[in-house]
């Protein structure tokens, strides 16, 4: 355990950020690269934990990958050229590593068991196992395979259509790799979009995907090729600063390089909603994803209702738009959010209780929270339950609350952000 105590603030935030490299592209940039024949070039890789589980499970299949801080170096050996890994792969907190390696790993000629952390073991897995065991793979684990640890006998897959129960671009991603090497074409149908980073890679590592924004189907393609992947910085690290600086009166910070995809941008579109000083600059385009700085000051916001397809664009920065809800004006409802309930924690609970405790008015529903804004928050214990993303809202607390805060373990945040900490001092004047 890890604890961070935090003194209230007394001055503003100011300055300017670079948030570390999208961690979904990150982990898309290994599977493809190593996938692909030829060198990958990866720039503003994303160095955290979950990231180097995806590394570590393609070196153990025997690609080559140098790491050189944020700059990686991929030697793709084609799908055919992968290697049976000679012991169980270990996933940690990864649920992006795992969905998207059954994928891969159910149509390669070769058996693999892989595990996670407490947290990982206890996320559900066939909403991947069952559309895979419809194409043919053979997985076997806890409870009918719906929980890790898992093993995988790699088979020929059939290809299927499927319509996806659950919003989630895990489970869409985890289909088309698996389509990469099934037989004819492999289609999957989403009601509301989720993240499409698989499918622009895909395009780019020159797949024969073809998508519409809610169809997207996949023929067999074995001979990817490697590319240069210039990460954006990630919307989901960028979205703690961005309620921060709407949060602190008189704040103003830009956000360098971040990735604006519009599947991923439903914090800024509700921010904004909210009343934010919000404005970005210098828009552009950078491997096929759309990036630019997001410049922000303080200001008293409104409440909002957040539900429908905005969800699945900004699934993972629910917890901290709730905490800029209870500095809201009037009242801020969260609905069609059950998502949040197997996430690395139960995140509907740990921000409802967390909130709660710090003396903010939440009433928790079936699928989200009801918030009434503009209370104060005192201080207190405020508890990581071990989730990255619920550490990082703890922090950003602080700057809010009129005592200090002690987040319990912050040893998490290595998961998706290391220099969190450090980068909120250096804007705290
Ligand atoms: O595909 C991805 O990279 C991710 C998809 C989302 O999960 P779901 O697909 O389970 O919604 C998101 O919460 C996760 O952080 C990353
Ligand atoms: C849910 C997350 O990641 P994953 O599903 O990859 O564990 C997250 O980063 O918030």
Redesign the pocket.
Known sequence: MNPLTLQPISGSLHGLIKVPGD??IS?RSIIFGSIATGTTTVTNFLDGEDCMRTINAFKEMGVTIQKNGSNITIEGTGLSGLIEPKKELDFGNS??TTRLMLGLLAGLPFKTTIYGDASLSKRPMSRVVDPLRLMGARIDGVQQGNYLPLTIKGTTLKSIEYDLPV?????K?ALLLAGLHSENKTVVREKSP??NHTETMLQAFGANIKTDGHTISISKTTDLQGCHVEVPGDISSAAFFIVAACMVPRSEIILKDVGLNETRTGIIDVVLQMGAKLTIQNERIVGGEKIGDILINGSQLSGVTIEGDTI?RL??EIPILALLATQADGTTIIKDAQ?LKV?ETDRLLAVSENLSKLGADVTPTEDGMIIKGNTKLKGGSFKSYDDHRIAMMGIIASLVTEETVVVDNIDCINISYPNFVNDLQSISK
Do not use: L
Not at 167 to 171: G, T
């Open positions: 961690k979904s982990h649920g992006t919003k989630s671009a895990q489970v991603s989720t993240r699945p699934i993972d998502e996430k």
